[in-house]
């Protein structure tokens, strides 16, 4: 029967903490905005010449916005537009954080709660580089590995206390 509850933490931990990690990115991107918002409205409010609007013309045959951003002429296909390359931000995230999740389970249920240590550190480690570069990803790292973790550490937690006892 022991074995039976810690698959079953396991399952719990590895691919039940994806909806939780991903509710925690979705409240975290709401807080971030709802505060982007209030600083927004503060800015405008302090500038007195936020009032004024410009009606801005179209951009001209040079593909050239007022605001400097490259933009496709009437008529002509987008392949005209050079493409800004595109650089994904922590890739393999989702198979990282689910291996991450099993082995903080694996450590809580085996009362081995250093082997944890082991794991932030082979994790930060290994993201370095792409975090020192990046500020969005670092952020996005710290509050996918704390909700991840506390997930998975709950759910051995419980399982231990309620079952394994």
Same mark, same amino acid.
């Not at 050079?82 to 809580?108: K, S, T, Y």
């Not at 709660?113 to 969005?136: D, H, M, N, S, W």
């Given at each position: 029967?022991?074995?039976?509850?810690?698959?079953?933490?396991?399952?719990?931990?590895?691919?039940?903490?994806?909806?939780?990690?991903?509710?925690?990115?979705?409240?975290?991107?709401?807080?971030?905005?709802?505060?982007?918002?209030?600083?927004?409205?503060?800015?405008?409010?302090?500038?007195?010449?936020?009032?004024?609007?410009?009606?801005?013309?179209?951009?001209?045959?040079?593909?050239?916005?007022?605001?400097?951003?490259?933009?496709?002429?009437?008529?002509?296909?987008?392949?005209?537009?050079?493409?800004?390359?595109?650089?994904?931000?922590?890739?393999?995230?989702?198979?990282?954080?689910?291996?991450?999740?099993?082995?903080?389970?694996?450590?809580? @249920? +085996?009362?081995?709660?250093? %082997?944890?240590?082991?794991?932030? *550190? &082979? $994790?930060?480690?290994?993201?370095?580089?792409?975090?020192?570069?990046?500020?969005?990803?670092?952020?996005?790292?710290?509050?996918?590995? @704390? +909700?991840?973790?506390?997930? %998975?550490?709950?759910?051995?937690? *419980? &399982? $231990?206390?309620?079952?394994?006892?």
């Amino acid at each position: 029967m022991t074995a039976l509850w810690i698959a079953a933490a396991l399952l719990a931990a590895g691919f039940g903490g994806w909806p939780v990690t991903a509710l925690v990115f979705r409240l975290a991107r709401t807080i971030d905005d709802k505060a982007d918002a209030a600083t927004k409205a503060r800015d405008t409010a302090e500038d007195p010449a936020a009032d004024v609007t410009v009606d801005v013309p179209a951009p001209d045959n040079a593909g050239q916005a007022v605001n400097g951003e490259l933009t496709a002429q009437t008529g002509q296909p987008a392949s005209d537009v050079p493409a800004a390359p595109v650089q994904r931000i922590l890739r393999g995230g989702a198979i990282i954080g689910v291996l991450e999740r099993l082995g903080v389970c694996l450590a809580i @249920l +085996a009362g081995q709660p250093v %082997a944890i240590a082991y794991i932030v *550190a &082979v $994790k930060g480690l290994g993201r370095f580089a792409e975090l020192k570069e990046t500020p969005v990803a670092a952020e996005r790292f710290i509050i996918g590995t @704390l +909700a991840s973790m506390l997930w %998975a550490a709950g759910i051995a937690a *419980a &399982v $231990k206390v309620i079952f394994l006892a």
